[in-house]
């Protein structure tokens, strides 16, 4: 492509991975918007050692989120205002828009790193696979809900995967400044969540793994200088030397932390100590299978539920789809990318679900990293189907055939966005459809992460009349997010005095805090709700009057539904059925071909 066509293509990329996520986001943590003022605060008032906030340690979002704050508050009453009101509710309170304008800069940085990622995954493989990724990457809704939260788990995973594809494409092309650069994002990564040290080990890993390969390579050559000296010539070359250049790269970006200028040992082994603590210590509230887990760790079959059921189909069939490739038929289709490398993008999730795996806190977003990287492995498998659909129509003479495989793996792409779209905005309501969606996934793993389902509720509660003059009872951790875009008194807990009583299915899966809403739901759950929000059919949020006018007309919101779950089944039965009939085209073939160059 020209290089117009590829500026084009990526200006579009980022406009609509940047709207996806910055338009009225529903942002349930409060705390990372409170550091990010603090953080500016200290840098104003130089006090660099306060620029520590937390052991994660945060840093880059700190500084991102804190930076739009500061650009929305300088453009106040001026037109550039307008770059920011865009995407925030009318209605919003003032804690929602800084909470809006916070999300808003990090989706300005993570809709410049997925860019960043094609441009990365077009240099290791080819634009195929590039566009691929993007499409996955831009319309994937466990993503897509992550990164419209003001946190450090969307940042960190993207910088961790653009890392390591940085340094496949150094180790594949032998060019040093790629390896740099892996190490420079990784120390990035590193400021934003200490869990991105799995970088060191996986950095290690593949080395060894491009080491070995060589080594295998020029064993049998003979070596006048001998095997030994030879081997250690090696080990300094393709071990020592770019271990010791990529981890140089690893630190530099700390320098830039005001921290690390006044107390780096204090705030290093602080940093650490803390953060192997909230490893050892877990969630107080935690749902699986049908069981509450109170201070305890679920079972080790968490994070694999947790995986599949936020997983589209697509990602879920491609990614199975490229182990299959790989596995047991690969000499059928080009392959998208070398087998190293396809085993390395393994190992990046594998491994690091195994690192998380083994913590007593676990949580359905820590292994966002993971969610992403088997985001490029289900791209590899679809570019694999593609190739091997264009194999098997090798001999087709018509149009039709020659475009047919784009045409797949467009309306591939276009599937998998349905499903995030149709919960817009709140898209990480959305769980496997292939799996049963909301109604199974309800059931095992714990929903409503990011309050999904409460801006039609805000929405109702500032119709009313005088709405700063209400008050709504509602269940922790729904109050922050009530606070961002309702005026009128939040209240943790249900009380007689509430005017509206809210119930969401996050609190209750996980029965946090039963005392403060069980008689409240005794009293109100059999009658009919003021506001319900439905994802397939299971209500995610549900608003009651405490007096309720008896002509009141409900607002039922429903999104999703069970026909999706019998579209994707379909979808995948027909997939499959193109695979096996692909595959044994292709054998055909090639047995002809075999008995054709034997005669």
């Not at 979002?61 to 009101?85: D, K, Q, V």
């Not at 509710?89 to 003032?94: F, M």
């Not at 079959?301 to 947790?306: D, E, N, Q, R």
Request: proline residues 5%.
């Amino acid at each position: 492509m020209s290089r117009r066509s590829v500026v084009a293509m990526m200006v579009g990329l980022f406009l609509v991975a940047f709207f996806l996520r910055a338009y009225r986001p529903i942002s349930r943590p409060h705390q990372w918007l409170t550091r990010a003022e603090e953080f500016y605060e200290a840098l104003d008032k130089q006090k660099w050692s306060s620029t520590y906030q937390m052991a994660h340690p945060g840093v880059t979002t700190m500084a991102i989120s804190g930076l739009a704050l500061r650009l929305y508050h300088a453009s106040a009453g001026t037109p550039a205002e307008a770059l920011f009101n865009w995407a925030i509710p009318p209605y919003a309170t003032d804690y929602g828009r800084r909470m809006a304008v916070g999300v808003m800069g990090l989706s300005f940085v993570i809709s410049g790193l997925i860019v960043a990622i094609t441009l990365a995954v077009r240099r290791l493989s080819n634009w195929t696979l590039a566009l691929l990724v993007a499409g996955l990457f831009v319309f994937d809704p466990f993503y897509l809900g992550q990164s419209r939260s003001l946190h450090v788990d969307a940042l960190v995973g993207l910088l961790m995967l653009l890392s390591a594809l940085l340094l496949l494409i150094s180790l594949q092309e032998g060019r040093r400044h790629y390896l740099l650069l892996s190490g420079l994002v990784g120390g990035f990564a590193l400021l934003t969540k200490t869990p991105s040290l799995f970088l060191i080990p996986y950095t290690a890993l593949t080395l060894l793994a491009h080491f070995l390969t060589d080594l295998r390579a020029g064993w049998n050559l003979d070596r006048p200088e001998g095997r030994a000296r030879w081997l250690a010539g090696e080990a300094g070359r393709g071990l020592l030397l770019p271990g010791v250049l990529w981890a140089v790269m690893l630190v530099l970006p700390f320098a830039l932390w005001p921290a690390m200028w006044v107390h780096p040992i204090r705030v290093l082994g602080n940093m650490f100590t803390k953060s192997n603590q909230y490893r050892l210590t877990p969630h107080q509230y935690r749902f699986f299978a049908g069981q509450f887990y109170i201070g305890q760790t679920p079972s080790l079959l968490y994070y694999p539920a947790v995986l599949a059921f936020d997983s589209t189909f697509v990602t879920l069939i491609f990614g199975l789809m490229a182990l299959g490739h790989y596995l047991l038929w690969p000499r059928r289709g080009r392959l998208p990318v070398k087998p190293l490398l396809f085993w390395l993008l393994v190992a990046f999730p594998f491994f690091f679900t195994l690192q998380m795996g083994i913590s007593a806190k676990q949580s359905g977003r820590y292994v966002t990293p993971t969610q992403v990287g088997l985001s490029v492995i289900a791209a590899v498998g679809l570019n694999g189907f593609v190739n091997l659909l264009q194999e098997a129509f090798a001999d087709g003479k018509t149009r039709l055939a020659k475009s047919l495989p784009a045409v797949v793996a467009g309306l591939v792409i276009a599937l998998h966005a349905l499903v995030a779209l149709i919960h817009m905005p709140d898209y990480g309501a959305h769980h496997n459809y292939l799996l049963g969606g909301n109604r199974v996934a309800t059931r095992v793993i714990d929903a409503g992460g990011q309050n999904e389902g409460f801006m039609p509720v805000a929405a109702f509660l500032n119709r009313q009349a005088d709405p700063e003059s209400l008050s709504v009872g509602v269940i922790r951790p729904v109050n922050r997010t009530t606070a961002q875009y309702f005026t009128g008194e939040v209240t943790i807990g249900m009380k007689a005095a509430n005017d509206y009583h809210l119930f969401n299915i996050g609190s209750m899966q996980r029965h946090i805090s039963p005392n403060k809403w069980e008689a409240a739901l005794r009293a109100y759950g059999d009658g009919p709700a003021q506001v319900v929000v439905t994802y397939d059919g299971v209500p995610y949020m549900r608003l009651y009057a405490t007096r309720p006018d008896e002509s009141f007309r409900q607002i039922v919101v429903r999104r999703g539904g069970t026909g999706f779950v019998w579209m994707a089944r379909a979808c995948t039965a027909a997939l499959l059925g193109a695979l096996l009939w692909s595959l044994a085209r292709t054998a055909r073939g090639r047995s002809l071909l075999s008995a054709s160059s034997g005669s």
